[in-house]
């Protein structure tokens, strides 16, 4: 992700601060009503569901822009501009919906996740192997995204390196995704996962090949 500049820092703190604002005004609207603990159980769990594939597709588009944008794949359409846009926003637009996500899960008794068990991998009691790949994750795309604010002051092999840990990040999640989520069964669920998985193997081949194609004609 490229260095980013002031005109995204204010919608992307407007987007925060409304996900604060929509979380705690859901939680208080929840008391208030006081509909029974089942129905609060499933309108968080719509939540975290609904943020979780929300967050995922993001980050998909976000990868996927990145990997295209760097193969040179929009330059013949002079397009590289705006899908290094595209691409930052995205990877911006993650955040919140992961906290959606989160404050889904933690709200939702039926399946009870503590803070700990969120945000310390590996710790939670269901599927906790794949669950850790979700808060690694996490960890992962906050560091990728508060070193992109800070790139000018940081060695660029450092940066690169954070930079290209959204590839392992990436499978992770997807990993994740497949096997945490409840609609993990159902075609459609599956095929939210599959898309951006082979476009990922696509667009990599893609970036890779030439290279080795070089190497070998130089030989």
């Given at each position: 992700?490229e260095l980013l500049n002031e005109r995204q820092r204010f919608p992307?703190?407007?987007?925060?601060?409304?996900?604060?604002?929509i979380s705690l005004g859901s939680f208080a609207a929840m008391h208030?009503?006081?509909?029974?603990?089942?129905?609060?159980?499933?309108?968080?769990?719509?939540?975290?569901?609904?943020?979780?594939?929300?967050?995922?597709?993001?980050?998909?588009?976000?990868?996927?822009?990145?990997?295209?944008?760097?193969?040179?794949?929009?330059?013949?359409?002079?397009?590289?501009?705006?899908?290094?846009?595209?691409?930052?926003?995205?990877?911006?637009?993650?955040?919140?919906?992961?906290?959606?996500?989160?404050?889904?899960?933690?709200?939702?008794?039926?399946?009870?996740?503590?803070?700990?068990?969120?945000?310390?991998?590996?710790?939670?009691?269901?599927?906790p192997v794949y669950t850790g790949f979700g808060v690694l994750t996490?960890?992962?795309?906050?560091?990728?995204?508060?070193?992109?604010?800070?790139?000018?002051?940081?060695?660029?092999?450092?940066?690169?390196?954070?930079?290209?840990?959204?590839?392992?990040?990436?499978?992770?999640?997807?990993?994740?995704?497949?096997?945490?989520?409840?609609?993990?069964?159902?075609?459609?669920?599956?095929?939210?996962?599959?898309?951006?998985?082979?476009?990922?193997?696509?667009?990599?081949?893609?970036?890779?090949?030439?290279?080795?194609?070089?190497?070998?004609?130089?030989?």
């Amino acid at each position: 992700m490229e260095l980013l500049n002031e005109r995204q820092r204010f919608p992307f703190g407007l987007v925060c601060a409304v996900t604060i604002i929509i979380s705690l005004g859901s939680f208080a609207a929840m008391h208030a009503a006081n509909p029974g603990r089942s129905t609060v159980n499933k309108f968080y769990w719509y939540m975290a569901r609904s943020s979780g594939f929300t967050s995922y597709w993001l980050l998909s588009l976000a990868v996927l822009l990145g990997v295209s944008t760097t193969s040179a794949l929009w330059d013949k359409w002079k397009l590289r501009k705006l899908m290094t846009q595209m691409h930052q926003y995205a990877a911006l637009l993650v955040l919140p919906f992961l906290f959606f996500h989160l404050w889904g899960l933690y709200q939702d008794t039926s399946v009870p996740f503590g803070v700990p068990e969120l945000l310390i991998a590996f710790t939670a009691k269901y599927r906790p192997v794949y669950t850790g790949f979700g808060v690694l994750t996490l960890y992962g795309w906050v560091l990728l995204v508060v070193t992109s604010y800070i790139r000018e002051k940081m060695p660029v092999k450092m940066w690169r390196t954070i930079h290209y840990s959204s590839f392992p990040m990436f499978i992770l999640v997807t990993l994740h995704g497949l096997l945490t989520g409840t609609d993990s069964h159902r075609v459609w669920a599956v095929a939210v996962y599959l898309i951006p998985s082979m476009l990922f193997i696509v667009l990599v081949m893609k970036r890779l090949w030439p290279r080795s194609g070089l190497k070998v004609g130089q030989k």
